[in-house]
């Protein structure tokens, strides 16, 4: 019985983030004012290099 909780907890869970990541994606969209939606992994600021920049920005401006 504790096995089909946890299963349960976790699918509640991750549906829970999927709704709210849905939710903050459709109110970037509605309010572009506020910028784009950053979403975690993406962006500058992230260390991967993703935003296009051969180096990331935050380590630049601390530099300079």
């Known amino acids: 019985m504790i096995y089909i909780q946890t299963i349960l ?3 509640t869970l991750m549906t829970a ?4 990541r849905n939710a903050a994606r459709r109110y970037a969209e509605r309010h572009p004012e506020f910028g784009p939606l950053r979403e975690e992994g993406e962006g500058c600021g992230c260390g991967n290099h993703k935003c296009g920049e051969s180096q990331c920005k ?3 401006s601390k530099q300079g």
Request: glycine share 0%.
């Open 58 to 60: 935050k380590s630049v």
């Open 9 to 11: 907890i976790v699918l």
């Open 17 to 20: 983030f999927i709704l709210v």
